[in-house]
């Protein structure tokens, strides 16, 4: 007991255990702590509204990028799409501000078209000036979802694009002895 | 992420990793304060330094959906990385900020991170971590758990 004592006097971070020992005493706290958050959310101003919905997307595209994901989905026009919607209220203003037509953003957001390097760029430089409010953003983000996504798209679909291309590639030179 | 190395000042980068099932057996009481192996059905992770295996703290959490919250239910830190001869700086913050980032991912606006210590160590978090107390809870919540994964997420 006594060199539990001196622990936590040296250092209240060796540890916590938070466990819940009783259902009544978890449902209690909850109850509580949800009236106090729901009242402080209330007064949350929309900068911290706005900065918090970028960092999530930021956490969440930095996810992305850990590992392979073989899905159907289009990841970057979906994290695009919320990029957007986040901080604009039409998506016009954000085709004005990089100066393309609302039309082939459009086109992106909905996977229609393929982002053109210029467009790359530019929302680069974009991500760049937002995320200055917001916390760090490694400058290659966009092109790393992009490129990430097709290489786990080309790898998944090799059945649908290998037996058309493999017989267009030969090896006629000898390798190995 | 990174911890500081007290005697150097030196910033290593650290990796949280979770807990595989082979971990449990080199996690005693007596260098991690805790009997883990109550926690092996938990979602439970680990801090090591990038690349190495040696396990500096340990956390274990409950994610609660319906309140749009994260439970910290067990912290600790290893027992060389406390007091004052601690060999490296910010274990239990990257751990923390790592369940923060948790919460930010799957709740957005909503998140919030709770743990709830004796109240004879819970003004250290307060202070520390800047978290808010409800009775015997304390939270972080927009926009403390922002700054904190501002804080502790750099490479």
Known sequence: MTNKKNIINV???YGVDSRYKTSKEREHDSVALMEARLERIKKL???QVLRTKLLQLKLKMENYLKEPVYDKQNHFANFLETYVDTIYSKRSAFAKDINITPVFLSKVINSHREPKEEFMLKLMIHSEKVFKHVGEFHKGTWYQIYYHEKLCDTMSNQNQ???KIEKQV?????VVK | MYVVEVATQKKHLIEVLPVETTDYNSLSKARY?????EERKQEVYKVVLKG???ILGLISIERIPSEWRVHIRLLTVSRENMGNG????NVAGNLIAYVAKIAVIDFGVLACVSLRPKSSIAQ????KYNMNATGMTLSLEVPEIVNLINQYDHD
Do not use: G
């Open chain 1, 161 to 163: 694009w290998r037996p």
């Open chain 2, 33 to 37: 304060f805790f009997n883990w192996k």
């Open chain 2, 124 to 127: 250290h978090y307060i202070d």
């Open chain 1, 11 to 13: 250092d209240s971070e």
């Open chain 1, 45 to 47: 101003p929309r900068e």
């Open chain 2, 86 to 89: 601690k060999v490296f700086e």
């Open chain 1, 170 to 174: 030969k090896l006629t030179e000898s």
């Open chain 2, 52 to 54: 190495q295996n040696d």
